[in-house]
């Protein structure tokens, strides 16, 4: 299967600072396909080239298929971080407006906002003003406005932040949905547990480049099975000390640990120290790697 | 093409279902009935007090005739409705005070102290010398009320016409006969004879001040108010999308200039509707009550739209350039100001214009892209109006500024718009047009 996007060699800079160097990468048509990374690593300055809002100084961007973006622009939505939303106009009137310049008929969206309203929880709140809306309305209302005109690509900046655990859960359902129907999504995110369970492939920019690009299972698979998740009755203090631990991420009642040598050996040592309730030998979850790269040296 | 119509259309039912558009349609009228209404009701209420001053008569002669001329302004009197200083709707009562044995010092004191306790609203002096053709001396007025003028305007014409009949009494000269050999022919102002299709000569109309002048002020104004209504809608419309960030979203299905242009279009037919209502309410108000529709021709109707379009878009453009460039709008304030210098001072030129419409500066500030809407509408609407290679020059520098003004916002706009946080420098922006 083709790719919905290929980046070769892109590089963009500010002022002569590179946001974005020499960046290559591809997302599967049809996949969920997460961007991590620290903020400031240039996922917004690369998302918002593959969307042409911003011109690489260096490097070819194809998007589904088209080496000029703009002419793929009604195929592909775009919902940026920070969004907002025109006030004074009723949801429908937004809502069209925004599916027209997609490309849409009238008719056609308003089936689309029909449909949408009601699978988000808002049915017959189409002709409310947008400034009566709740906050947890409002983003909801945004989510439609990138979904409405069924695009073939959807690319996603930050889309769960802010959201509360029930509208997270509704937008990531939409989520799925729309890859369902066959779109390819793209989405940023800070939520490494999201990124585990819903990409197909995780990509992570760290300083503008490239450090991690493939799916989860091939990720973990280069940093090997040095991690151990433990709960003991003595907790992190437990560990203090100990030579066979190279970092400690302490959940309060779990903790896991990089261990450096046999996680055998180090079992031993810590249940002669205190008593063991739990030890499992895992790969490092996406969190862990993510520190590991992006933490400071 | 097709995202600039829908960006347009939005922005116009956006733009004419608003507050301000409903504001804006309804001002004029508003403002006129209120300025008529209020002049008229005013007029009858605000000076509704009898005024009672003293009159101290260092001629003798004076002080008599005066009061009995101030009888015949009173209100409801023959004379009332022509009392110099305005329609009389309350009385002005000459009291007469002998100066014959005081010091005039003494007696200004007192009248003074007179004048502070209200008893007196002011006191007049006619020194001796007065009467003498050849002197220099003057009426003394003193009041504590230095702002009203309606008393010292009745003063001026009506003390002088008894002066003056005085003068004329001791030489006597029959004044009514100077009067009608001294009677002035007046210039009637005409204009040119013509010959209808028929081939038979038309006579020349009289000039009509209302319609000489009343179109050019009506044209200049109309211009100057829907260029206020449209230009500080589109950089609010430009500074609400930046700082909620509707813009990222929108360049997600558009490119900048798609949007800029469509904001541009909206805002022109919004302009278009705003002013063909004034012009519509103008002439149907004008041919109700003095037949004045048929001054405005076709002419002077496509010129108006035409330089209209072309205002809306190159003063649109530098609104629009100006919003993407500030991060809110109290930033875009001061960005403003010498934008509406651009506007105001075109206005304040229109009074020499208007006394020589075809001289050298009328001719020049009329080229001029930014002063053309308002100096060349104001020329084409005075008769005979600037030859034809004027205005066709005047419009095509006014087009090419245009549409540099255009591309340069656009540049300003495209890089405007994902600046947050920051409102840009002049120098920077500069360097955003030229990248």
């Known amino acids: 299967m083709s790719d919905a996007i290929v980046l070769r060699g892109v590089t963009k800079r500010f002022n002569g600072t590179p946001a974005v160097s020499e960046l290559s990468l591809a997302v599967p048509t049809g996949s969920i396909y997460g961007f991590i990374g620290p903020n400031g690593s240039g996922k917004t300055t690369t998302l918002r080239m593959i969307m042409r809002i911003l011109l690489p100084d260096q490097g070819e961007i194809e998007v589904l298929g088209l080496h000029d973006s703009a002419t793929a622009r009604d195929r592909v939505s775009y919902l940026p971080e920070e969004r907002g939303l025109y006030k004074k106009m009723t949801i429908r009137r937004l809502l069209r407006y925004y599916g027209r310049l997609k490309g849409g008929s009238l008719a056609g969206l308003d089936k689309a906002i029909d449909e949408w309203m009601e699978r988000v929880g808002l049915p017959g709140l189409q002709d409310r003003q947008i400034e009566t809306l709740s906050k947890g309305m409002s983003q909801k209302v945004q989510f439609i406005a990138a979904v409405v005109s069924n695009p073939e690509l959807l690319i996603l900046d930050e889309p769960f932040s802010g959201l509360d655990p029930v509208n997270a859960q509704v937008v990531k359902d939409a989520v799925l949905e729309m890859r369902r129907r066959g779109t390819t999504v793209v989405f940023s995110t800070h939520d490494m547990a999201t990124a585990e369970r819903m990409c197909d492939r995780i990509f992570m920019i760290f300083n503008g480049g490239k450090v991690l690009d493939g799916s989860l299972e091939s990720i973990q698979d280069q940093y090997g099975a040095d991690t151990v998740r433990l709960r003991t009755s003595g907790g992190a203090l437990a560990l203090a000390g100990m030579a066979e631990v190279e970092a400690v991420n302490d959940f309060g009642q779990l903790q896991e640990v990089r261990v450096a040598g046999d996680p055998q050996m180090f079992l031993a040592r810590l249940a002669a120290r205190t008593v063991v309730y739990h030890f499992e030998i895992t790969r490092p979850s996406l969190q862990d790697i993510f520190v590991r790269i992006a933490k400071p040296a | ?435």
């Open chain 2, 1 to 435: 093409m097709r995202k600039i119509l829908i960006v347009a259309q939005t922005e116009f039912a956006t733009l004419v279902r608003s507050k301000a558009f409903i504001a804006s349609v309804l001002l004029l009228p508003v403002m006129m009935v209120l300025s008529v209404g209020l002049t008229r009701a005013t007029k009858r209420v605000s000076d509704d007090k009898d005024r009672t001053f003293a009159i101290v008569d260092y001629t003798g002669v004076l002080a008599q005739p005066l009061v009995a001329v101030a009888r015949m302004f009173d209100p409801g009197s023959a004379f009332g409705g022509l009392r110099p200083g305005g329609p009389a709707t309350s009385r002005f009562i000459p009291v007469e005070v002998s100066a014959s044995t005081r010091q005039p010092d003494e007696l200004r004191l007192e009248l003074s102290d007179r004048v502070r306790k209200g008893e007196l609203f002011a006191f007049v002096e006619f020194p001796a010398n007065v009467l003498d053709p050849g002197g220099e001396a003057r009426i003394q007025y003193y009041s504590d009320h230095p702002s009203y003028a309606n008393l010292p305007t009745w003063l001026t014409a009506i003390a002088n016409g008894v002066i003056i009949n005085e003068r004329f009494r001791r030489a006597s000269i029959d004044r009514a006969l100077v009067a009608r050999l001294t009677k002035q022919a007046s210039v009637e102002n005409n204009g040119l004879f013509d010959r209808d299709a028929s081939g038979r000569v038309q006579a020349a109309e009289t000039v009509d001040n209302a319609r000489a002048f009343g179109v050019p002020a009506a044209v200049v104004f109309l211009m100057f108010i829907t260029i206020m209504s449209s230009g500080p809608a589109l950089l609010n419309s430009v500074i609400e999308e930046k700082m909620s960030r509707i813009s990222e979203v929108l360049m997600g299905s558009l490119t900048p200039f798609e949007l800029m242009a469509g904001k541009l279009l909206g805002s022109v037919s919004v302009s278009i509707v705003l002013s063909a209502l004034y012009v519509a309410g103008g002439l149907a108000g004008a041919q109700y009550w003095g037949g004045y529709a048929s001054v405005v021709t076709l002419h002077l109707l496509a010129w108006f739209f035409i330089f209209l379009v072309m205002s809306i878009l190159m003063f649109g453009s530098v609104f629009i350039a100006v919003g993407a460039a500030c991060s809110d709008l109290k930033d875009s304030q001061g960005m403003m100001t010498p934008v509406m210098m651009l506007l105001m001072i075109p206005m304040f030129l229109c009074v020499p214009i208007l006394r020589a419409p075809d001289g050298t500066m009328a001719t020049v500030l009329s080229l001029v892209p930014t002063a053309a809407p308002f100096l060349m509408m104001l020329r084409i609407s005075l008769a005979p109006g600037p030859p034809g290679w004027q205005i066709a020059l005047s419009a095509a520098l006014m087009a090419a500024t245009t549409v540099v003004a255009i591309w340069a916002a656009a540049k300003i706009f495209r890089t405007g718009m994902l600046m947050q946080g920051k409102t840009a420098t002049l120098t920077e922006m500069v360097r955003w047009v030229r990248a």
